[in-house]
């Protein structure tokens, strides 16, 4: 079974500085790999996502991720942090599964806080 | 405007007292699915649709029910409800494709007391 670890429930942040948020998953065949954003008394929007080809992935926002297949991670980045920031942020995985079936896995979450 | 619809967004009930929390696509979308979202706990697969009139369980189904009579709605069910089941539920959708998104609605926070 797909399993999913978030390294830092909570990561605070000054604005502009580096966003850096772990992501590592368990997994034999890389999987298809996630990353969402909840803002508050929302649902999860979709930052970005890894299906195949090109391993670094730009997402929404100004925010990227890379595929690290020997290191079987998947970080998410941003390179200057804004107030709007301030969000809980998913990592999630999908076994490659014929027929549409895949389940989504999802991490515990990290609580990303952006100071002045 | 493409979404899912959840409803109620607030929801406080009693312990045993049967509630239905609706879900609504508008994107044609085959595959359906109810999370639930608790602290430290990420959120978790109650149950998923691949289509109508296929239902399967996720990883915490008990005590609940779904059905797809229509391709368009998923209701979440649960017929007694307990306070362990207070939680912040999310449902949502995406096309046949494994590998594409999912889309979610905004959530339903139910309190069982």
């Known amino acids: 079974a797909q399993s999913v670890t978030q390294l830092g429930s909570h990561v605070s942040v000054s604005e502009g500085a580096l966003v850096l948020l772990r992501c590592n998953y368990s997994?034999?065949?890389?999987?298809?790999l996630f990353w969402y954003v909840q803002y508050p008394n929302q649902g999860l929007q979709l930052l970005l996502k890894?299906?195949?080809?090109?391993?670094l992935v730009k997402g929404i926002n100004g925010f990227e991720a890379e595929f690290k297949k020997s290191e079987t991670s998947f970080h998410l980045t941003k390179p200057s942090a804004h107030m709007s920031d301030a969000a809980e942020y998913f990592c999630?995985?999908?076994?490659?599964?014929?027929?549409?079936?895949?389940?989504?896995?999802f991490g515990t979450g990290t609580q990303l806080k952006v100071e002045l | 405007e493409a979404q899912v619809t959840q409803n109620p967004r607030y929801l406080i009930t009693v312990t045993g007292k049967k509630l239905t929390v609706t879900c609504s696509q508008n994107?044609?979308?085959?595959?359906m699915s109810w999370y639930r979202q608790d602290p430290g706990l990420g959120l978790r697969q109650i149950y998923y649709?691949?289509?109508?009139?296929?239902?399967d369980k996720g990883d915490v189904p008990e005590g609940y029910k779904v059905s797809r009579k229509e391709k368009r709605n998923f209701p979440l069910i649960l017929e007694s409800p307990s306070p362990n089941q207070t939680s912040l539920y999310f449902c949502?959708?995406?096309?046949?494709?494994?590998?594409?998104?999912?889309?979610f609605g905004n959530g339903t926070r139910l309190t069982v007391t």
């Open positions: 949502a959708s995406r096309d046949g494709q494994g590998n594409s998104p999912l889309h």
């Open positions: 997994s034999s065949v890389p999987p298809y």
């Open positions: 890894y299906t195949t080809g090109a391993t």
């Open positions: 999630a995985v999908s076994d490659r599964v014929a027929g549409g079936g895949n389940k989504l896995t």
């Open positions: 994107m044609n979308h085959e595959y």
């Open positions: 649709s691949m289509n109508v009139e296929v239902t």
